[in-house]
């Protein structure tokens, strides 16, 4: 069975930072790209950040210079480090691992509320 937990979410004040971390089971986790995506109300889901299994990185524009994604292979787990958040980072946050590129089907985890506010 594959599990995307994802956790660390919670409310923070704006230029403050919070730490999201998901934990991965059930797939082969290194050869999976692994992805954080957000969900704001009354929006579409979009993309946050991704890291392949070759430690390839890409940010969305919004959130350059801000956001750092990272993963452990060993312990099956992929962070987002956010900081200097903005009230527009508010969103819920979604752990996502593609296996596209290898044929392989594509996860998600049930998602952290963000919340930035003062």
């Known amino acids: 069975q594959v599990q995307l937990v994802e956790s660390g979410g919670g409310l923070v004040q704006p230029g403050g930072s919070l730490r999201l971390s998901c934990a991965i089971s059930g797939i082969a986790f290194s050869i999976y790209t692994m992805g954080w995506y957000r969900q704001a109300p009354g929006k579409q889901r979009e993309l946050v950040a991704f890291?392949?299994?070759?430690?390839?990185?890409n940010y969305a524009d919004s959130v350059k210079g801000r956001f750092l994604i990272s993963r452990d292979n060993g312990k099956k787990m992929v962070y987002l480090q956010m900081n200097s958040l903005r009230p527009d980072d508010t969103a819920v946050y979604y752990c996502n691992a593609n296996g596209a590129r290898r044929g392989l089907s594509t996860y998600w985890g049930q998602g952290t509320q963000v919340t930035v506010s003062s």
């Open positions: 890291i392949t299994s070759e430690r390839n990185i």
